[in-house]
Protein backbone atom coordinates (compact mmCIF):
# COMPACT_ATOMS: atom_id res chain seq x y z
CA UNK A 1 0.00 0.00 0.00
CA UNK A 2 1.49 3.48 -0.90
CA UNK A 3 1.53 6.42 1.60
CA UNK A 4 -1.15 8.17 -0.18
CA UNK A 5 -3.31 5.22 0.19
CA UNK A 6 -2.25 4.60 3.50
CA UNK A 7 -3.16 8.36 4.27
CA UNK A 8 -6.47 7.74 2.43
CA UNK A 9 -7.32 4.66 4.95
CA UNK A 10 -6.31 6.58 8.03
CA UNK A 11 -8.54 9.48 7.36
CA UNK A 12 -11.54 7.18 6.15
CA UNK A 13 -11.33 5.10 9.19
CA UNK A 14 -10.13 7.45 11.96
CA UNK A 15 -12.21 9.82 13.84
CA UNK A 16 -13.09 13.58 13.92
CA UNK A 17 -9.88 13.83 15.66
CA UNK A 18 -7.67 13.03 12.82
CA UNK A 19 -10.06 14.18 10.67
CA UNK A 20 -9.05 17.64 12.02
CA UNK A 21 -5.73 17.29 12.07
CA UNK A 22 -5.40 15.94 8.25
CA UNK A 23 -7.70 19.25 7.20
CA UNK A 24 -5.33 21.44 9.28
CA UNK A 25 -2.29 20.04 7.62
CA UNK A 26 -3.33 19.60 4.69
CA UNK A 27 -4.27 22.76 4.03
CA UNK A 28 -1.29 24.47 5.41
CA UNK A 29 0.64 22.27 2.81
CA UNK A 30 -1.63 23.14 0.01
CA UNK A 31 -1.53 27.32 1.13
CA UNK A 32 2.46 26.93 0.70
CA UNK A 33 2.65 27.31 -2.92
CA UNK A 34 -0.61 29.60 -2.79
CA UNK A 35 0.12 32.31 -0.43
CA UNK A 36 3.44 32.16 0.84
CA UNK A 37 5.78 35.00 0.13
CA UNK A 38 9.34 33.66 -0.54
CA UNK A 39 11.36 36.79 -0.49
CA UNK A 40 9.92 37.68 2.87
CA UNK A 41 9.18 34.51 4.54
CA UNK A 42 5.86 34.79 5.67
CA UNK A 43 2.45 33.78 4.55
CA UNK A 44 -0.32 36.50 2.94
CA UNK A 45 -3.45 35.04 3.36
CA UNK A 46 -6.14 36.94 1.80
CA UNK A 47 -9.03 38.52 3.96
CA UNK A 48 -11.55 35.83 2.73
CA UNK A 49 -9.46 33.19 4.36
CA UNK A 50 -8.15 35.03 7.39
CA UNK A 51 -10.28 36.88 9.78
CA UNK A 52 -9.95 40.73 9.29
CA UNK A 53 -10.51 43.35 11.86
CA UNK A 54 -12.49 45.48 9.72
CA UNK A 55 -15.57 45.37 11.11
CA UNK A 56 -17.21 45.72 7.24
CA UNK A 57 -14.60 43.20 5.98
CA UNK A 58 -15.80 39.97 8.43
CA UNK A 59 -19.74 41.36 7.75
CA UNK A 60 -19.07 40.85 4.26
CA UNK A 61 -17.26 37.49 4.25
CA UNK A 62 -18.75 36.05 7.32
CA UNK A 63 -17.25 32.65 6.20
CA UNK A 64 -13.72 33.50 7.06
CA UNK A 65 -14.81 33.28 10.83
CA UNK A 66 -14.67 29.64 10.30
CA UNK A 67 -11.93 29.49 7.83
CA UNK A 68 -9.29 31.50 9.87
CA UNK A 69 -9.20 28.49 12.07
CA UNK A 70 -7.82 25.91 10.04
CA UNK A 71 -4.65 28.03 8.99
CA UNK A 72 -1.23 28.87 9.98
CA UNK A 73 1.42 31.46 9.73
CA UNK A 74 3.81 28.49 10.15
CA UNK A 75 5.11 25.10 10.18
CA UNK A 76 5.91 25.73 14.11
CA UNK A 77 2.90 27.19 14.66
CA UNK A 78 0.72 24.28 12.53
CA UNK A 79 3.09 21.95 14.70
CA UNK A 80 2.20 23.23 18.07
CA UNK A 81 -1.51 23.73 17.73
CA UNK A 82 -1.58 20.13 16.41
CA UNK A 83 0.43 18.85 19.47
CA UNK A 84 -2.32 20.09 21.90
CA UNK A 85 -5.43 19.70 19.31
CA UNK A 86 -4.24 16.19 19.63
CA UNK A 87 -3.93 16.24 23.57
CA UNK A 88 -7.56 18.06 24.25
CA UNK A 89 -9.06 15.89 21.69
CA UNK A 90 -8.19 13.15 23.46
CA UNK A 91 -9.49 14.05 26.81
CA UNK A 92 -12.65 15.80 25.38
CA UNK A 93 -13.64 12.54 23.98
CA UNK A 94 -13.47 11.08 26.96
CA UNK A 95 -16.97 12.64 27.72
CA UNK A 96 -18.28 14.07 25.30
CA UNK A 97 -19.62 12.87 21.62
CA UNK A 98 -17.87 13.55 18.42
CA UNK A 99 -21.08 16.21 17.11
CA UNK A 100 -20.08 18.24 19.95
CA UNK A 101 -16.59 18.41 19.37
CA UNK A 102 -17.38 19.48 15.89
CA UNK A 103 -20.08 21.99 17.15
CA UNK A 104 -17.47 23.23 20.03
CA UNK A 105 -14.31 23.31 17.57
CA UNK A 106 -16.33 26.09 14.82
CA UNK A 107 -18.44 27.72 17.50
CA UNK A 108 -15.12 28.96 19.42
CA UNK A 109 -13.36 29.61 16.65
CA UNK A 110 -16.72 31.90 15.52
CA UNK A 111 -17.08 33.36 18.82
CA UNK A 112 -13.16 34.19 19.12
CA UNK A 113 -13.03 35.87 15.86
CA UNK A 114 -16.21 37.97 16.49
CA UNK A 115 -14.18 39.26 19.83
CA UNK A 116 -10.61 39.78 18.00
CA UNK A 117 -12.97 41.93 15.19
CA UNK A 118 -14.41 43.69 18.40
CA UNK A 119 -11.37 44.58 20.03
CA UNK A 120 -8.65 45.78 17.59
CA UNK A 121 -11.99 47.96 15.98
CA UNK A 122 -12.27 49.59 19.84
CA UNK A 123 -8.45 49.66 19.47
CA UNK A 124 -8.26 51.18 16.64
CA UNK A 125 -5.53 48.63 14.88
CA UNK A 126 -5.71 46.63 11.69
CA UNK A 127 -4.52 43.25 11.19
CA UNK A 128 -5.72 40.07 10.13
CA UNK A 129 -5.60 36.61 11.92
CA UNK A 130 -5.03 32.91 10.89
CA UNK A 131 -5.04 29.77 13.73
CA UNK A 132 -6.81 26.99 15.24
CA UNK A 133 -5.73 28.42 18.55
CA UNK A 134 -9.05 29.17 20.00
CA UNK A 135 -10.94 26.48 18.67
CA UNK A 136 -8.37 24.18 20.19
CA UNK A 137 -8.47 26.22 23.46
CA UNK A 138 -12.40 26.11 23.78
CA UNK A 139 -12.27 22.20 23.76
CA UNK A 140 -9.49 22.34 26.03
CA UNK A 141 -10.98 24.29 28.75
CA UNK A 142 -14.49 22.64 27.71
CA UNK A 143 -13.02 19.33 29.11
CA UNK A 144 -10.96 21.07 32.13
CA UNK A 145 -14.41 22.76 33.55
CA UNK A 146 -16.46 19.04 33.34
CA UNK A 147 -13.30 17.44 35.00
CA UNK A 148 -10.84 19.53 36.58
CA UNK A 149 -9.36 17.35 39.14
CA UNK A 150 -8.58 14.62 36.70
CA UNK A 151 -4.71 13.41 36.35
CA UNK A 152 -2.71 13.84 33.96
CA UNK A 153 0.84 11.99 33.48
CA UNK A 154 3.46 14.22 31.79
CA UNK A 155 6.48 13.07 31.13
CA UNK A 156 9.59 14.52 33.45
CA UNK A 157 7.26 16.21 35.75
CA UNK A 158 4.73 13.12 36.46
CA UNK A 159 1.19 13.35 37.80
CA UNK A 160 -0.52 16.99 37.74
CA UNK A 161 -4.13 17.74 37.57
CA UNK A 162 -5.46 18.94 34.23
CA UNK A 163 -6.77 22.22 35.85
CA UNK A 164 -2.77 23.09 36.21
CA UNK A 165 -2.21 22.91 32.53
CA UNK A 166 -4.94 24.67 31.38
CA UNK A 167 -4.30 27.15 33.96
CA UNK A 168 -0.51 27.52 33.09
CA UNK A 169 -1.58 28.14 29.43
CA UNK A 170 -4.01 30.79 29.86
CA UNK A 171 -1.39 32.51 32.74
CA UNK A 172 0.76 32.46 29.86
CA UNK A 173 -1.75 34.31 27.52
CA UNK A 174 -2.13 36.90 29.84
CA UNK A 175 1.17 37.75 30.40
CA UNK A 176 2.05 37.98 27.03
CA UNK A 177 -1.08 39.88 25.59
CA UNK A 178 1.14 43.46 25.44
CA UNK A 179 4.42 41.91 24.47
CA UNK A 180 3.41 40.67 20.63
CA UNK A 181 0.80 38.90 18.98
CA UNK A 182 -2.22 40.67 20.59
CA UNK A 183 -4.98 39.65 18.49
CA UNK A 184 -3.84 35.70 18.76
CA UNK A 185 -3.71 36.04 22.80
CA UNK A 186 -6.98 37.62 22.52
CA UNK A 187 -8.54 34.99 20.58
CA UNK A 188 -7.04 32.72 22.62
CA UNK A 189 -8.50 34.00 25.94
CA UNK A 190 -11.99 34.63 23.92
CA UNK A 191 -12.46 30.52 23.27
CA UNK A 192 -11.13 29.59 26.31
CA UNK A 193 -14.30 31.45 27.55
CA UNK A 194 -16.79 30.20 25.55
CA UNK A 195 -15.48 26.33 26.24
CA UNK A 196 -16.50 27.53 29.80
CA UNK A 197 -19.69 28.72 29.05
CA UNK A 198 -20.16 25.72 26.85
CA UNK A 199 -19.99 23.36 29.36
CA UNK A 200 -22.04 25.39 31.98
CA UNK A 201 -25.15 25.71 29.57
CA UNK A 202 -24.53 22.19 28.89
CA UNK A 203 -24.99 21.17 32.35
CA UNK A 204 -28.43 23.45 32.58
CA UNK A 205 -29.52 21.00 29.49
CA UNK A 206 -28.55 23.71 26.93
CA UNK A 207 -25.91 22.02 23.79
CA UNK A 208 -25.33 24.54 21.73
CA UNK A 209 -23.33 22.22 19.53
CA UNK A 210 -26.92 21.21 18.21
CA UNK A 211 -26.94 24.10 16.16
CA UNK A 212 -23.94 23.42 14.19
CA UNK A 213 -25.02 19.49 13.85
CA UNK A 214 -28.67 20.19 12.76
CA UNK A 215 -26.97 22.87 10.08
CA UNK A 216 -24.50 20.36 8.76
CA UNK A 217 -27.14 17.60 8.59
CA UNK A 218 -29.75 20.27 6.66
CA UNK A 219 -27.14 21.08 3.84
CA UNK A 220 -26.07 17.02 4.27
CA UNK A 221 -29.81 16.14 3.38
CA UNK A 222 -30.65 19.08 0.88
CA UNK A 223 -27.29 18.44 -1.21
CA UNK A 224 -27.73 14.45 -1.29
CA UNK A 225 -29.33 12.70 -4.19
CA UNK A 226 -32.93 11.16 -3.40
CA UNK A 227 -33.56 7.87 -4.13
CA UNK A 228 -36.62 7.38 -6.37
CA UNK A 229 -38.90 4.47 -5.27
CA UNK A 230 -39.93 2.47 -8.79
CA UNK A 231 -43.69 2.53 -9.13
CA UNK A 232 -45.64 -0.84 -8.35
CA UNK A 233 -48.57 -1.94 -8.96
CA UNK A 234 -50.48 -3.54 -6.23
CA UNK A 235 -53.24 -5.84 -7.01
CA UNK A 236 -55.86 -6.08 -4.36
CA UNK A 237 -58.12 -9.06 -3.93
CA UNK A 238 -61.43 -8.05 -3.19
CA UNK A 239 -62.28 -8.87 0.58
CA UNK A 240 -64.66 -11.99 1.25
CA UNK A 241 -67.66 -11.79 3.82
CA UNK A 242 -66.89 -12.93 7.22
CA UNK A 243 -68.76 -16.48 7.88
CA UNK A 244 -69.09 -16.38 11.72
CA UNK A 245 -68.13 -19.69 12.90
CA UNK A 246 -68.61 -21.62 16.24
CA UNK A 247 -65.58 -22.09 18.50
CA UNK A 248 -64.64 -25.85 18.25
CA UNK A 249 -62.47 -25.22 21.60
CA UNK A 250 -64.35 -26.23 24.76
CA UNK A 251 -64.14 -24.53 27.91
CA UNK A 252 -64.45 -26.32 30.86
CA UNK A 253 -66.65 -25.09 33.69
CA UNK A 254 -65.13 -23.02 36.69
CA UNK A 255 -66.60 -25.89 39.28
CA UNK A 256 -64.74 -28.79 37.18
CA UNK A 257 -61.47 -26.94 36.78
CA UNK A 258 -61.26 -26.11 40.45
CA UNK A 259 -61.93 -30.23 40.90
CA UNK A 260 -59.60 -31.01 38.51
CA UNK A 261 -56.59 -28.81 40.69
CA UNK A 262 -57.96 -30.49 43.99
CA UNK A 263 -57.74 -33.89 42.60
CA UNK A 264 -53.90 -32.92 41.55
CA UNK A 265 -52.75 -32.06 44.82
CA UNK A 266 -53.99 -35.14 46.49
CA UNK A 267 -52.39 -37.17 43.61
CA UNK A 268 -49.12 -35.20 44.76
CA UNK A 269 -49.26 -34.81 47.72
CA UNK A 270 -52.49 -36.76 49.52
CA UNK A 271 -55.03 -36.03 51.09
CA UNK A 272 -53.59 -33.82 53.98
CA UNK A 273 -52.42 -31.54 52.87
CA UNK A 274 -56.01 -29.76 51.01
CA UNK A 275 -57.27 -26.96 52.89
CA UNK A 276 -59.84 -26.76 55.60
CA UNK A 277 -61.60 -24.68 52.25
CA UNK A 278 -60.80 -27.28 49.23
CA UNK A 279 -61.99 -30.04 51.66
CA UNK A 280 -65.21 -28.48 51.68
CA UNK A 281 -65.55 -27.63 48.42
CA UNK A 282 -64.74 -30.86 47.33
CA UNK A 283 -67.39 -32.74 50.18
CA UNK A 284 -70.11 -30.41 48.58
CA UNK A 285 -69.11 -30.85 44.92
CA UNK A 286 -69.36 -34.79 45.18
CA UNK A 287 -73.30 -34.72 46.44
Not at 50 to 58: C, D, F, L, Q
Not at 75 to 81: E, T
Amino acid sequence: MSILEDLKWQYRIGGITNKMIYWNVGLFILSIPLFYQFKTGVFDYPTWLAVSSEPMTALYQPWSLVTYAFFHQGFMHLFFNMMVLHFSSRLFLTYFTQKQYLGLYLLSAVFAGLIYVLSFYLLGFSSTMVGASAAIMGLLVATTTYQPLMEIRLLLIGNVKLWHITGVLLLLDLLQIQLGNTGGHIAHLSGAFFGYIYIKLLQNGTDLSRFVSNTIDFFANLFSPKKSTPFKKVHVNPKKPMVKRESKIVTKDKTQQQIDEILDKISQSGYDSLTTEEKEFLFKAGK
